[in-house]
């Protein structure tokens, strides 16, 4: 369907008076101007004819490769469009803008027909709509004062444009058409993270608002296209960003992740610090995924605590080796004295730690052997020496258990049992060398 605007004959004569300021032809023209509508031709043509002040918002007809809704055609001769020409030459040498002229003529038109009434009127382009894609902020100013009615949809999108929200934001609502309509609207824009919060409220005095500005703080964060300065809009309005999504991902934690150091200073009281997700993580293994040393090194001051490990079983050390950051890594190490061994070396670490148990465990029948061989000479040497072996070996083992960077990780209750025989072991030994010892000290005596 082809949508054809049809530039009225009597235009020329509402431009001529508007411009000359003279009533009667203003009145000859309003009066003669043809319905206003649309109709569909049978060759799949629409022709429509708009209220007068639509085409003052263009005050000529539009080239055919210039963008519109519309096909322009006029139905006045070339003598008429040069008059126009001329009157549009002459006020833009007089310091006029385009959006200063159209300001004019639509004031002196409101005398003879309202504007108000003019928007009202049904058709395929709205006129608050339309002024806005031409950025006449003050032309729509002038016609909310003049008491036109602007649409939900078109409200919505005027929204957008932050230079112009404080103006706009006195017309509302009682200048919206549709009240319900467009606080559904931006309650669907506010849930979906966008910044519509302000006219929600506006519009929705009695709305739950903390709930809103939770959902919308969540919602954008989670926006690979999300902006620190945005989120700091929820967060000063109240938003808290404590709010989970289905993965249990706070506001909080995708803030981390995206790197907002400003805001999670902001957001950091409160809150929960042993709160994880899903996959186990906290907002600290999210400040390692980020690989931000700023923020790790803030949540690690404010308690975060290094040691949780997600269902990867991977602390922010760990995580931070596995995704080679290591930047993170060394700032872990020299700044917080964390460390931790990979896989490979904590099962090394056991299996030191054990082998030593065993050793000592071993060394007890073998004391016993010696002891009770009468070919053996040296058996106060040999049981001492073999003593004070077992006695380094047992509190090396205790030594490498107790370091920090051995794993805290569920043992086979048989390595228990192997570290109490070992214990037993050593005192056995400890006991038969203060025998020897004692049967040494007779002899010299």
């Not at 003669?32 to 649309?38: H, M, Q």
């Not at 289905?246 to 992740?257: I, R």
Request: a negative charge; glycine letters at 4%; hydrophobic letters at 45%.
């Amino acid at each position: 369907m082809e949508n054809v605007l049809i530039w009225p004959k009597e235009y020329p004569l509402l431009v001529k008076g508007l411009i000359e300021q003279n009533g009667a032809f203003i009145l000859d023209a309003l009066e003669a101007w043809p319905a206003c509508r649309s109709t569909e031709e049978d060759d799949g043509v629409c022709t429509t004819v708009l209220p007068p002040i639509y085409y003052l918002t263009w005050l000529m007809p539009l080239e055919p490769f210039e963008e519109c809704f519309f096909q322009h055609i006029s139905e006045y001769d070339e003598d008429a469009q040069q008059y126009i020409t001329a009157v549009k030459d002459y006020y833009y040498e007089n310091d006029y803008t385009p959006e200063s002229l159209v300001l004019l003529l639509c004031q002196r038109l409101e005398k003879y027909a309202s504007i108000a009434a003019q928007a009202a009127i049904n058709t395929p382009l709205s006129l608050i709509g339309h002024l806005f894609t031409k950025r006449y902020f003050t032309v729509i100013e002038h016609a909310l004062n003049a008491g036109s009615k602007i649409s939900a949809e078109d409200a919505l999108a005027i929204w957008q444009e932050v230079d112009f929200r404080e103006r706009f934001s006195q017309f509302v609502p009682e200048s919206v058409g549709d009240v319900k309509r467009l606080s559904e609207l931006a309650a669907e824009k506010v849930a979906g993270g966008k910044d519509y919060f302000t006219l929600l409220t506006q519009v929705s005095p009695d709305v739950d608002s903390a709930v809103l500005l939770e959902q919308a703080l969540l919602a954008h964060l989670s926006f690979d296209t999300a902006k620190q300065t945005m989120a700091m809009r929820f967060i000063e309005q109240g938003a808290t960003g404590t709010l989970s999504d289905e993965n249990n991902k706070t506001a909080f934690m995708w803030a981390v992740e995206k790197g907002y150091v400003n805001l999670a200073q902001t957001l950091l009281d409160k809150q929960d610090k042993k709160l994880t997700d899903k996959l186990g993580n906290t907002a600290l293994h999210y400040a390692v995924i980020a690989k931000n040393e700023p923020l790790m090194v803030l949540l690690l001051k404010s308690g975060y605590d290094f040691r949780v490990r997600n269902n990867e079983g991977l602390s922010c050390y760990r995580l931070a080796v596995s995704l080679k950051a290591t930047q993170l890594v060394k700032c872990l190490e020299r700044d917080f004295g964390i460390k931790e061994l990979s896989p490979d070396g904590q099962f090394a670490r056991i299996k030191k730690v054990h082998a030593l148990h065993a050793f000592v465990t071993l060394l007890l029948p073998l004391q016993l052997f010696f002891f009770f061989d009468e070919t053996l000479a040296i058996k106060s040497e040999l049981t001492l020496s073999l003593t004070m072996l077992s006695v380094i070996c047992f509190f090396f083992a205790m030594s490498l258990k107790r370091c920090a960077l051995y794993p805290h990780i569920k043992h086979p209750w048989g390595l228990f049992v192997l570290r109490c025989f070992s214990f037993l072991s050593l005192i056995a030994q400890l006991g038969l060398a203060s025998i020897v010892a004692l049967a040494t000290l007779s002899e010299l005596v």
